[in-house]
């Protein structure tokens, strides 16, 4: 397990050095079956989320197997839009879990929270607004935050935009720029924090703050 001191959600990646140039182009193609399966999961999750709404509000608890589950969705859809979508960091094919696979190149962990606030989780909507806000720039637009779990287009936005100028770099010089590469994983990481703020999995506020590169921050 990927520890959890620092933020409660952690994301771990590595560059996969192997990078052919041109296999950016049909990876979309190969993901169809994971797009298949996300597509009925991410209705789980949405399910899931709203039933522990009304657990944490009578009883200040996530149920733990409602929350493993959400976790490894979120693990599912990291993978994928790894692998095809957003930073593109790897050749390596996603696999069909939702449990952590500590050989992939990318992992995200989140900590078990034992209580949660009851009256935080009904004004989280209002407080995450303004990293919605920002999000809205990363991405494609506020609502998108929401909607990663569900349809994320992958080349709109300033995060988009920065995986395809890296993947283009890629198929002329055959080297992902690690610059890049470092400044893609700030921005998803900022999301995945976002998301799982408005998921209900945390009563940490995300950090307004760029932690770029594959390693999470170590605690301050």
């Known amino acids: 397990m990927i520890s959890t001191s620092s933020y409660p959600l952690r994301v771990e990646a590595t560059l996969d050095p192997r990078l052919t140039r041109w296999m950016w182009l049909v990876k979309w193609i190969f993901a169809i079956p994971h ?5 009925f999961l991410q209705i789980a999750f949405l399910l899931m989320s709203l039933v ?22 979120i693990r599912w859809n990291t993978r994928v839009h790894y692998y ?37 989780v009904l004004v989280k909507w209002l407080l995450v607004i303004p990293q919605l806000l920002v999000i809205g720039v990363l991405a494609t637009s506020s609502w998108s935050t929401y909607q990663y779990i569900d349809d994320y287009n992958p080349f709109s ?12 770099i890629l198929a002329f010089t055959g080297r992902y720029p690690r610059g890049l590469f470092d ?11 976002v998301l799982a703020y408005a998921s209900l999995m945390t009563d ?17």
């Open 35 to 39: 797009y298949i399966c996300l597509f």
């Open 52 to 73: 522990a709404f009304f657990s944490i509000l009578i009883t200040g608890r996530y149920p733990r197997p409602l929350f493993d589950f959400n976790v490894g969705v």
């Open 84 to 120: 095809c979508s957003i930073v593109l960091g790897t050749d390596e094919y996603p696999p069909f879990t939702l449990k952590d696979v500590p050989a992939y190149p990318v992992r995200v962990d989140v900590a078990y929270p034992e209580r949660l606030s009851r009256w935080l």
């Open 157 to 168: 936005g300033l995060i988009g935009l920065l995986s395809l100028i890296a993947v283009v």
């Open 183 to 193: 400044f893609l994983m700030g921005l998803f990481r900022w999301i995945l924090r």
């Open 204 to 220: 940490r506020y995300p950090p307004f703050r760029l932690d770029s590169g594959g390693p999470d921050p170590s605690p301050a």
